[in-house]
């Protein structure tokens, strides 16, 4: 039986895909098989040498710590595009409240009107002037990161009848289908801060990316931008992005990550982190991430990890048989170790592959036979072979 721990709730709708005689799910287990997450903070927290894989029900990975997780065999998968929808939905909103100042007019509204009774109407009327915002239609949206997420904003933005451009050096093949076809593509940042009157952020945090919105870019944007920001709150120089908006420079900035310094300034709205707070989200993340649990536990493929490369084999386990599940250093004549453990026992390879992630690799083999004892200890004394997992059929 399979062990699943849960640090934070997770949706019932994702649970319910765990069969219930092969996996024992809870928040407090003893020596878990894997982990299920969403935004507990992973980095200080004692892993049992028990685990095999964490799932972040989500797509940012930033309460995980990844690379020390690899260097122990630890596969991480998150759920890229699970929460989409949900993410693009309060993006387009960010994108109207940048423009039009409905909260602002609401809380005026409120506090100003309340008990005027009769003459509300016309004082309505009267101080609605201060509440003047531009409409979206034939502004250009400027969008960095063309993921599952901004590829959607990109073409919601078109049918709402915005011009839109859009910046990724890693654009797949099929976020590039996915496009309107009215999406102009910029080779640079530059092409899209110099032409932008909104921009929308989407892309990871990395040490590439942290502070990308700063001082030396938001000069190059044009003046009175509306900048959008549901990715990662590390993305924006706060200090430089207020200094920008006490200039006039930045007409506003939408975001998702609720910070003391943004929190006192006027023309910025900040969200507790709402982006993917759907019902629906919730559930697709879920399903999805223990769909990714399950094909490592039970099968040994990998799909959608940020620490592992994507790894399966289109062939059942042989009859019988085992499924060698190995994370090995990214170095030379380790096939030819295995070939040779498994040949002085006398074990036929049915099928094998073996797949980088920079220093990293992970192996599957397929032997006819049972691979247990001191032919498994065999495997692990292996000069940089970090774990080894048979799976028996």
């Given at each position: ?22 996996y ?15 935004s ?28 020390e997780l ?59 002037s ?5 409409e ?28 839109v ?7 797949s093949v ?52 509306r ?7 590390g993305l924006?120089?706060?200090a ?23 929190m ?22 879920a ?5 990714e ?55 036929n ?45």
């Amino acid at each position: 039986m399979y062990k699943i721990q849960t640090l934070n709730k997770i949706s019932a709708i994702g649970l319910e895909n765990f069969p219930r005689d092969e996996y024992e799910i809870a928040t407090h287990i003893n020596n878990p098989d894997a982990i299920l997450v969403r935004s507990a903070d992973m980095h200080s927290m004692e892993l049992p040498a028990s685990v095999k894989a964490v799932g972040r029900a989500g797509a940012g990975v930033n309460n995980i710590p990844c690379e020390e997780l690899a260097a122990k065999g630890v596969v991480v998968f998150n759920t890229p595009g699970a929460n989409a929808n949900a993410v693009k939905e309060l993006v387009i909103l960010g994108l109207l409240l940048s423009s039009r100042p409905a909260l602002a007019a609401n809380k005026w509204v409120m506090s100003e009107l309340s008990g005027k009774g009769d003459e509300i109407p016309a004082l309505a009327e009267k101080g609605k002037s201060q509440f003047v915002g531009p409409e979206l239609k034939g502004k250009t949206l400027g969008v960095i990161g063309l993921g599952a997420i901004g590829a959607m904003v990109a073409n919601t933005a078109i049918a709402l009848g915005m011009n839109v451009i859009g910046y990724d050096p890693f654009l797949s093949v099929k976020a590039a289908l996915s496009l309107d076809r009215n999406v102009k593509i910029s080779d640079t940042l530059e092409g899209v801060y110099t032409k932008s009157d909104y921009i929308t952020v989407h892309v990871p945090q990395t040490n590439d990316t942290k502070g990308m919105i700063n001082a030396s870019s938001i000069k190059t944007m044009k003046d009175g931008v509306r900048i959008i920001n549901f990715a990662r709150g590390g993305l924006v120089n706060n200090a430089d992005l207020l200094a920008a908006i006490a200039s006039g420079k930045v007409a506003a900035l939408i975001t998702d990550f609720a910070d003391e310094e943004l929190m006192k300034c006027d023309k910025v709205i900040c969200l507790p982190h709402l982006g993917a707070s759907t019902p629906e989200a919730e559930d697709n993340c879920a399903v999805m991430a223990v769909k990714e649990l399950r094909d490592f536990l039970e099968i040994g493929e990998i799909r959608n990890s940020v620490n592992f490369p994507k790894t399966f084999r289109n062939e059942p386990i042989p009859a019988n048989g085992t499924r060698l599940c190995i994370c090995h250093k990214n170095v030379p004549n380790m096939i030819a170790q295995f070939t040779a453990v498994l040949g002085n026992a006398k074990l036929n390879i049915a099928g094998m592959v073996d797949q980088n992630k920079n220093d990293l690799a992970y192996a599957l083999i397929d032997v006819d036979g049972k691979v247990e004892g001191e032919t498994l200890k065999a495997f692990e004394a292996i000069d940089g072979v970090v774990k080894v997992r048979p799976i028996y059929n």
